[in-house]
């Protein structure tokens, strides 16, 4: 399966972005799909987690409360709605997709929040 990510941009603290992940070649459904992060110099993190059905979901407690993650199983779509954006939140995302481990990536899509 391909990846695609895009959204990112240059954002003031407080201020939101909505991420989105379009994925191809496979059947999206059959995907438990995440979105990840890595700021320079740091190793990558996990940001949030969904379902292939999306009724479990994950959130790192750093973003509890601000993030979403949302999919849409008809467009193939996987969504992270960013909230109250914080620099700390500055960091490359990629979204990615399981069959049993994070197996496919994305290319990542730059999120700058300005102090």
């Known amino acids: 399966v391909q990846l695609q990510a895009s959204g990112g941009g240059l954002v003031q603290t407080g201020g939101s972005l909505r991420l989105s992940c379009v994925a191809s070649g496979g059947v999206f459904s059959n995907y438990g799909m995440g979105w990840f992060r890595q700021a320079p110099g740091k190793d990558r993190e996990s940001v949030a987690a969904?379902?292939?059905?999306?009724?479990?979901?994950y959130y790192d407690d750093s973003v509890k409360g601000r993030f979403t993650i949302s999919r849409d199983n008809i467009k193939n779509t996987v969504y992270l709605q960013m909230n109250s954006l914080k620099p700390e939140d500055t960091a490359t995302y990629y979204c990615?997709?399981?069959?049993?481990?994070?197996?496919?990536w994305g290319q990542g899509t730059l999120v700058t929040v300005s102090s």
């Open positions: 990615a997709a399981n069959n049993g481990a994070w197996n496919y």
């Open positions: 969904i379902s292939e059905s999306a009724d479990r979901i």
